[in-house]
């Protein structure tokens, strides 16, 4: 978008927002989250939950503009201060102060998700695990009873014509 309204190729950032911050990845003490203040009521509420005094004041992140432009110096502030504590208590005291954020789950905890659960998308096919997919059609219901052939299996033998 930027480079379509005022021609700007945008420089590989990861997963940060080139025109808002924070809004990208942060450590936390176990794993990753992802932390998104979309305006500056979010950023004081941040600062006040990581104990950031002064910072929401500071003319060099007051607005989003100067933050954009300070981002390195900001981001290293938040990293400090959630690198100390787990991922669960943050994204809890996110949520209370309104601030938007979420994890980043590794594999297993990807899959031991209660949706994951709730919704049934673990599967075993002859005693194979995998996952269905989240999709369901009310009519034409996906049924997965049996495991994909394996390597050779059911396959044509071009070898003979």
């Keep these: 978008m930027n480079y379509l309204a005022g021609g700007n190729v945008p ?21 990753h989250l992802i932390i998104a203040c979309g305006n500056d ?4 509420a941040l600062c006040s939950l990581l104990g950031l005094h002064g910072v929401a004041d500071n003319p060099a ?3 989003n503009p ?17 690198s100390l504590r787990p991922k669960a208590a943050l994204i809890a005291d996110l949520e209370r102060a ?5 994890p980043i789950n590794s594999v297993a905890e990807a899959i031991d ?7 049934g998308l673990r599967i075993a096919p002859e005693g ?12 034409s219901p996906l049924t997965l009873d049996k495991a994909s052939p394996t390597l050779g299996d059911g396959h044509w ?3 003979s014509r």
């Design 41 to 44: 009521r979010q950023f004081v």
């Design 113 to 119: 998700e209660p949706q994951i659960k709730a919704r």
């Design 61 to 63: 992140f007051a607005t």
């Design 11 to 31: 420089r590989r950032m990861g997963n940060a927002h080139p025109n808002i911050v924070p809004y990208q990845v942060f450590p936390a003490s176990d794993g």
């Design 157 to 159: 033998s071009f070898s």
């Design 128 to 139: 194979l695990p995998g996952l269905r997919t989240p999709i369901g059609l009310s009519r």
């Design 98 to 102: 309104g601030v938007p954020g979420g």
């Design 66 to 82: 100067a933050r954009v432009e300070n981002r390195e110096t900001l981001c290293a502030l938040i990293a400090e201060k959630t």
